[in-house]
């Protein structure tokens, strides 16, 4: 899309959002939008700008802006438009309500309202991020262009790259991801840092790996109930998963075999949290998965996407990334050969590195779960809302493919 505005008046920088069924926040965004390249077009001394739609997701949309001159031609740098979507999911909920004593029943009620939704400022959240990054002098990640809390849109530097399926990573891509989260846990911890930082637990709990139990059995409970009560009485119930996804958890006995998984944990906690100490938090991307990665054709790697940036246990950002839905296709070797970098070239205590395996069996309970609460009804009808060539069946079946993955994968951690 092109804006040329008549020079005779005031740039036209009009930004079509996606449209919202929550009639508050499209306005909102669209006058931050249109303030926010307003001021940028005032410092680029530009006639107008080009942009083009770059990415979409459940959680954001982002648009490629660039300045031109009067003659349409491409005048400065590139910047992206970053617009959140400012709910999350039922889970995430029942995450925050663990250790957050402001989110009650009333905020869950809420949260249904929302179709399974409620508020968090993941602007907020993502520009602290980026400004930290900044004063740390992090390269390879995007700057904060505009600092002005307006709405749910920001405005970011361009990161040049494309991501890759970490089916086609390289033992140099695998290292490189390693050495970003190792760069990130040289900062020592600071509470003055993040204010908005959500997942650092307040006060903080002393046993991580219970912190971690807590929210899986949440995640857990939320879905196990609902497919309870469906299974009970389907007519009473709207169906929680499309019949795809109910049809697997019930044929491969899901929720029980990973409650018997957690059961384990609980009866055996791992050593290296004996010694765990608030001071040993350090800064974790929190979603650090292939498509946050970005790969230059020189090979230089640089991270997108900073919406759940927090200081948590160090042991979790690489476990975490490992995990992730985005990484299950990683060839087995660089599996391990992620650890073994991480040990060698970690700054912190060999009793958080111990903690790496536990955690890479839990987060992978933890994304069962994920993925059959991202197909309940009401939030497929939010992606659909918000992206409307959003493919709900295709998605069902990608998150079935998940699911059979991750306790592929679960099995395999357990046995050693």
């Known amino acids: 899309m092109e804006l040329n505005p008549k020079p005779s008046r005031e740039p036209d920088v009009t930004i079509f959002l996606p449209s919202y069924d929550i009639p508050e926040i499209s306005p909102i965004n669209e006058y931050a939008a249109n303030y926010l390249l307003r001021q940028q077009l005032a410092k680029n001394q530009a006639a107008a700008f080009n942009v083009e739609p770059l990415a979409h997701s459940g959680n954001h949309t982002l648009w490629v802006v660039q300045p031109v001159d009067e003659d349409r031609q491409l005048a400065g740098d590139k910047m992206v438009l970053k617009m959140y979507d400012p709910y999350v999911s039922a889970g995430d909920v029942a995450e925050v309500a663990q250790f957050t004593p402001t989110i009650d029943a009333a905020a869950h009620a809420k949260s249904v309202q929302n179709g399974g939704r409620i ?118 119930f709207e169906q929680p998963v499309p019949e795809i996804m109910l049809q697997y958890v019930q044929d491969h006995h899901v929720p029980e075999r990973c409650k018997a998984y957690q059961a384990q944990f609980v009866s055996r906690p791992p050593s290296g949290y004996k010694n765990f100490i608030k001071e ?40 975490s990334m490992l995990c992730h839905n985005h990484m299950l296709d990683l060839p087995a070797e660089l599996h391990e050969e992620a650890i073994a970098h991480y040990e060698k070239t970690a700054p912190v205590p ?28 009401p939030v497929l009808q939010r992606r659909q809302q918000a992206n409307h060539s959003f493919n709900a069946q295709a998605y069902t079946q990608l998150q079935v493919q998940n699911i059979h993955k991750h306790l592929a994968v679960l099995a395999t951690l357990m046995e050693a």
């Open 119 to 236: 508020a968090r400022n993941s602007k907020a959240i993502e520009d602290d991020a980026l400004r930290l990054l900044e004063q740390l002098d992090v390269p390879n990640v995007p700057r904060l262009l505009d600092t002005r809390p307006l709405g749910a849109v920001s405005l970011h530097s361009f990161m040049e790259g494309s991501s890759k399926p970490a089916a086609r990573f390289t033992r140099a891509d695998i290292h490189a991801a390693v050495d970003f989260i190792t760069l990130l846990q040289s900062a020592p911890f600071d509470p003055n840092n993040l204010k908005w930082s959500w997942r650092l637990p307040f006060p903080l709990q002393r046993n991580t790996f219970a912190k971690h139990l807590a929210i899986i059995r949440a995640r857990l409970g939320i879905v196990t109930n609902e497919i309870a009560q469906y299974l009970s009485a389907p007519a009473q």
């Open 280 to 319: 040993d938090l350090r800064l974790c991307h929190d979603d650090l998965g292939a498509h946050n990665m970005l790969f230059t054709a020189s090979g230089t790697l640089n991270v997108v996407d900073f919406e759940l940036f927090a200081w948590n246990d160090p042991a979790h950002a690489l476990s």
């Open 350 to 377: 060999a009793y958080i590195v111990e903690r790496v395996r536990p955690l890479l069996k839990l987060g992978h309970i933890e994304w069962i779960a994920r993925c059959i609460d991202s197909t309940r009804t």
